[in-house]
């Protein structure tokens, strides 16, 4: 009896599976609080809305860290006068004070 490599199997379920399945249609949205559309205009040119709102329960100084390093590192255009709103928001919003 002549054997059939796994791989002409596993080539053709893959084809076959591909055709069956569809993305979800993207409509992030973050949640509605005061400091939303900081983030909106802020964050979401370098990362996606899920890349943020999948973050660990940052604490409140978690959260100041990792904006500090956005703007010292990769120059994230945050104007120092809003990073307080943005932080009360991803904390609220997504860190320890949400859950």
């Known amino acids: 009896m002549k054997q059939i490599p796994i791989a002409i199997f596993a080539c053709t ?4 599976a ?21 983030v909106q205009a802020n964050c979401i040119m ?3 809305h899920e890349y943020i709102t999948t973050q660990p329960a940052f604490t409140r100084d978690q959260w100041k860290a990792s904006v500090a390093k956005m ?11 809003k990073v307080d709103a943005l932080l009360n ?10 859950k």
């Open 13 to 16: 379920a893959i084809a076959v």
């Open 18 to 38: 591909a055709d069956d399945w569809k993305l979800p249609d993207e409509n992030p949205a973050f949640k509605a609080a005061p400091g939303a559309e900081l």
């Open 46 to 48: 370098c990362h996606s």
């Open 71 to 81: 703007q010292a590192k990769y120059g994230a255009p945050l104007p120092p006068e």
């Open 89 to 98: 928001y991803l904390a609220q919003s997504y860190g320890k004070a949400a």
